[in-house]
């Protein structure tokens, strides 16, 4: 993992995986898929059936009474296999609906997690520029005093600081929000705080990302485990374009004839039966078998197609975060030559000159400068979930 996720991020991540209901949802679907499996371990229903002759027929041993008859239907050898073996690979499948959330979910956290960083650092800098205007204000105040500076220099510095308390104070009703999207990712009440880590430094160096990584994405496992199961059911519709068999047996109770004395009088008719249901109008199975094979083309080229999507993605994640890398490094030089320049100013107020347009000016600069290095580091670390979403 990056240097960036402090032991808190990681926290917040597995809480999250923990409590999170979505997560739980997609893991709750993929029990029930993984429950069909049982669900399709079953023969068809027995069939019974019980009949009482209204007008008796007349048999040689008696009239016909009633009649109870037991019918079970057997599907074809390995019919029953074949559904499991279907039924659980569409549960696999589903299962990648629960892997492809939780790295969203990890994602989500971390991305939240950072925008807290950027959001506090930014306050931080805010208000030591706000101090350091509150100096600036003191030094313009005793320039005015023995006539060296306008009192308007001091209303520009109080002006100035007036904007950055406006922009502070509106970084802080941003936290709040920025606050709650994490609690409730974590599934908590919204104003549970949240301590985010003081500083955050581009590492030295980069992990290595390799396209090998990507194609093992679940999101791209999902399409294999989906291709799978489009075999599986072709393998079960031959199946059940087989035969089905059954056995069943009839029993008819026949009353005895009466003021008769022979053999097998009233004997009731006990007869066993085997059928067979074979399909002879198969349509149904050679229509199934192409609509298969079109779901596997199909298949094939939504994979590809979100391949490339993920490809796109991840090459721009890796140049994104290399700019932001550049820009950070830029930055530093710009911010530290913008502190020559205030030194230089502070060594002319000792000197008795001093323009206070120039001061100003010069840490309007250092405000833009190190505002955007926190931006490069934002951009850093947002780049890194992304391509850890990706290949990780």
Request: charged share 25%.
């Amino acid at each position: 993992m990056l240097n960036g996720y402090s032991q808190e991020l990681n926290t917040l991540i597995n809480e999250a995986v923990g409590n999170n209901p979505e997560l739980q949802k997609f893991d709750t679907q993929y029990q029930i898929a993984s429950e069909k499996v049982n669900e399709v371990n079953t023969v068809p229903n027995t069939e019974f059936g019980v009949g009482y002759f209204v007008s008796e027929p007349e048999t040689r041993t008696g009239a016909q009474k009633f009649k109870v008859s037991a019918k079970q239907m057997l599907p074809w050898f390995g019919n029953i296999t074949a559904r499991e073996n279907y039924t659980g690979a569409m549960a696999d499948a589903k299962y990648e609906d629960y892997v492809i959330a939780k790295r969203k979910l990890m994602a989500s956290v971390s991305q939240s997690y950072y925008e807290l960083y950027t959001n506090q650092a930014k306050q931080k800098v805010l208000s030591e520029n706000i101090s350091l205007l509150k100096t600036y204000e003191t030094m313009a105040l005793t320039s005015v005093e023995v006539g060296k500076a306008s009192a308007v220099s001091v209303l520009r510095l109080q002006m100035r600081q007036n904007d950055l308390q406006q922009l502070k104070e509106v970084l802080t009703q941003q936290y709040l929000t920025e606050q709650t999207k994490l609690n409730k990712l974590l599934n908590r009440d919204k104003n549970t705080r949240i301590e985010v880590v003081q500083d955050l430094e581009i590492p030295s160096s980069d992990f290595d990302e390799t396209l090998g990584q990507l194609e093992l994405h679940p999101e791209l496992i999902k399409y294999d485990k989906l291709f799978h199961s489009v075999e599986q059911s072709e393998l079960l519709n031959q199946k059940e374009s087989s035969p089905m068999i059954g056995f069943g047996l009839d029993y008819i109770n026949v009353e005895k004839r009466p003021d008769m004395d022979f053999t097998d009088n009233g004997k009731d008719i006990i007869m066993p039966m085997v059928s067979v249901s074979i399909p002879i109008f198969n349509k149904k199975y050679k229509s199934q078998t192409r609509q298969n094979e079109l779901q596997q083309q199909e298949i094939v080229f939504q994979k590809q197609e979100r391949y490339n999507t993920l490809e796109t993605t991840l090459d721009k994640a890796i140049n994104d975060r290399t700019s932001a890398r550049i820009s950070f490094n830029t930055q530093t030089k710009n911010l530290k030559q913008a502190k020559d320049a205030e030194s230089i100013l502070i060594k002319s107020y000792e000197t008795g000159i001093i323009n206070f347009n120039d001061v100003l000016d010069i840490q309007e600069l250092q405000l833009k400068f190190q505002m955007n290095q926190i931006e490069a580091v934002r951009a850093y670390y947002i780049q890194s979930t992304i391509i850890n979403y990706l290949i990780q």
